[in-house]
């Protein structure tokens, strides 16, 4: 499980940017009883295949379908 802060220098994104995805439900972190956002490897590829994706041209709505 990564925290919020940990997935994005992971996958080399800003936590604003994966809060984004997270808004759009293209990924979905859980919450802990602390309030503090994780996410799995599941998580992890999701966003690596939309990085992938998206250098393919298609557009974030494009990757939801």
Do not use: F, P
């Amino acid at each position: 499980m990564y925290q919020i802060s940990e997935l994005a220098k992971k996958v080399g994104l800003s936590r604003t940017a994966l809060l984004y995805y997270e808004k759009q439900n293209l990924i979905s972190g859980r919450r802990l009883e602390n309030g503090y956002r994780v996410y799995s490897d599941k998580d992890v590829q999701r966003v690596r295949l939309i990085q992938q994706l998206q250098a393919g041209g298609l557009t974030l709505q494009e990757c939801k379908l």
